[in-house]
Every structure is written in C-alpha cells, then in structure tokens.
C-alpha cells in the first residue's frame, strides 16, 4: 500500500524544481516510481485549499489547491475520487462531504 500525501502542483512537480523542462521530467519520473510501487493500494491525496491562517491562527485566508498536473483528467475514470473526511472522537463528521473536484471548479468560476 502507497499513499502518496500532496498529489497538488507546487508538490509535484515541487515548484523549486521547475525552472527547466529536464527538471520537470525528472519530477515526472520521481512521480511515476512513486505511483508503481503500490503492490495493491495507491492512495492519492490533493488538498482542496490550503490555509493562510493570520497572526496567532486567526482568519480564514486560502487558496485553492490544484492536483497535479501530472494527473491529467483522462485517467479520473480510474480513480475512486472521495473526500477524506474528519471525525470526531464520538464519529460525527467535522466537515461536510463535497464532490470532488467539481467542488473547486465551481469555486473557481465563481472567482469570474
């Protein structure tokens, strides 16, 4: 079993590795070797926003992340595509399910 944490660009391909295309592809293949060792289970995880919390934790400023681009939308037929959700200690979920990634694409055209 893989789980492969930060499936998002800026992670992958690592934005401190993008100044060439030979640096892109070289993160291509650190990515592909990641996804092949998954004997039975690959888990992939893509934040859906990424939090700016203000001075002493406070404010609610985010952006919103986007998967990799290493992922293309043709292979979303392949992947089981959920939300992980959070539980509290006596089961109640903390977060309401979303569709994923419609959910950040409508967010998005909501931006224009």
Known sequence: MVHLIHAAD????S???T????????????FY???TRAKEHLHLYAPLR???????GRGDAHSYG????????AV?????????????SDGALLVTPVELPSAVDD??????
């Open 66 to 73: 986007q998967r990799t681009r290493f992922l293309p939308p």
């Open 76 to 88: 979303n037929e392949l992947l089981d595509q959920r939300p992980v959700r959070a539980r509290r």
């Open 33 to 35: 070797v990641a996804l």
């Open 15 to 17: 934005d401190m590795a």
């Open 50 to 56: 990424y939090h700016h919390g203000g001075p002493f």
């Open 10 to 13: 800026g992670m992958f391909p």
């Open 19 to 30: 100044g060439s295309q030979e640096e892109i592809e070289e993160e291509r293949r650190l």
């Open 107 to 112: 967010a998005l055209r909501a931006l224009w």
